[in-house]
């Protein structure tokens, strides 16, 4: 995309003169571009700005998806923390405006869209470390309000910034859980922790009596997502 073209493009996805379909087609080509090297990923991050007032689901779960990809990639790298903590200064705003707007409630007669913007938006958030919405997560956890449609957000923060007694704590609570969703949720969130011992004793769990066959897929996805486990989980298939 030639620059002038870009800024013309962007000022149409700010002023929402484009449909969702054209704004996510935009997002999703220069994201595309970026991947297989024919675009500068700085472009692709000053681009992002112009979806400042972005509201759709399916186009900030392709903004979430690319950052979250972006940390897998280059999480050990020496240089990482930096970027990403620029990265986070343009895209981080974005999710917590959505959470300011609609809250951390459902709402009667909200719509499912608006019900999966919110777990999202949340689950961002806790992804780029915003303090005030890991703060109100760990509030929530501790009082066992979770409702079980954020509980993957929430619990995901937790592991995400838990060390060994929080692993121990979300496993009792896996244990004791009736909820078979909610049971999931905290299953898929305990292979989230960052500690390599963490990690080892969750992948132990995995072939006790405690984690039902059906339920390894949900194990398996989250796990591929976690940068930390990338190696630890080859080993420990060996």
């Known amino acids: 995309y030639p620059k002038q073209m870009l800024e013309k493009l ?4 700010h002023e929402k003169k484009l449909g969702v379909s054209d704004r996510w087609g935009l997002h999703n080509d220069l994201w595309a571009l970026c991947s297989i090297g024919k675009e500068n ?3 692709y991050l000053e681009f992002l700005n112009y979806y400042s007032k972005e509201e759709s689901f399916i186009i900030l779960a392709e903004i979430a998806s690319s950052q979250r990809k972006l940390d897998r990639l280059y999480s050990t790298e020496k240089w990482w923390p930096n970027i990403r903590a620029k990265i986070t200064s343009i895209v981080l705003p974005i999710f917590k405006k959505v959470i300011s707007e609609i809250g951390w409630n459902q709402r009667q007669g909200e719509s499912t869209e608006t019900t999966m913007l919110r777990s999202l938006a949340i689950g961002f958030c806790g992804f780029a470390e915003d303090k005030d919405t890991i703060n109100e997560a760990q509030t929530l956890y ?11 957000a929430i619990y995901y923060i937790i592991a995400r910034n838990g060390k060994e007694p929080e692993f121990k704590e979300m496993v009792q609570r896996y244990k004791n859980e009736n909820n ?4 999931i949720k905290l299953l898929a969130a305990l292979y989230q922790f960052k500690q390599p011992k963490i990690i080892k004793e969750a992948l132990n769990l995995l072939i006790s009596k405690e984690v039902r066959t059906q339920d390894l897929r949900y194990v398996f996805s989250g796990i591929i997502s976690n940068s930390q486990a990338k190696n630890i989980i080859q080993d420990w298939c060996r």
């Open 41 to 43: 990923i700085q472009k």
């Open 180 to 183: 078979l969703e909610l049971k």
């Open 10 to 13: 962007g000022q149409l996805v």
């Open 142 to 152: 501790a009082k066992n309000e979770v409702n079980s449609n954020i509980a993957d």
